[in-house]
């Protein structure tokens, strides 16, 4: 670990990136999906403290292990619907910076501009997470 958690160690930050995450879920997005959502963009970012924290969050509700273990392989997996399959490709692309508009379109499909905009929220928090994660060296305790 390069330096404690800089979420743990700056007064006001931990409850102002949770406050995003609160918004985007008053859009009438479902948490579950939500956190679906936040292991696939943990996994492209390789952060193990995420990955660990959203998995564990995910098997409580009693979402399958199947679908929680072939988020890294949504393309290939039956098990997910047309709208996460969306948001996958949604959240990779806004990982990577650049969302084509075939991908926005896409997600489009499934949500009103709101959910779409508490997404893209969502996405962008639990982007913000695990970049200070792995930057840090932050390790799954």
């Known amino acids: 670990m390069r330096i ?52 564990k969050l995910l098997r409580k509700p009693g979402e399958t ?16 619907t047309g709208a996460e399959k969306a948001a996958f490709a949604l959240a990779e692309e806004m990982t990577h910076v650049h969302v084509s508009d075939a991908v926005w379109a896409g997600a ?8 779409l905009a508490g997404l893209t929220i969502a996405i962008s928090a639990i982007n913000v997470w695990n970049r200070l994660n792995v930057a840090t060296g932050q390790k799954v305790a």
């Not at 958690?5 to 409850?15: C, E, K, Y």
């Not at 489009?108 to 959910?115: F, I, L, V, Y």
């Open 108 to 115: 489009a499909q499934h949500w009103s501009e709101e959910q």
């Open 65 to 80: 292990d199947e679908r929680i273990q072939c988020v890294a392989a949504w393309r290939d997996a039956p098990y997910y």
């Open 4 to 55: 404690a958690n800089p979420m743990m160690s700056v007064p006001g930050a931990v409850q102002a990136l949770l406050g995003l995450s609160e918004a985007a879920e008053k859009t009438g997005l479902d948490k579950n999906f939500l956190e679906l959502v936040y292991l696939r963009v943990s996994l492209v970012n390789s952060c193990g403290v995420c990955i660990d924290y959203h998995g």
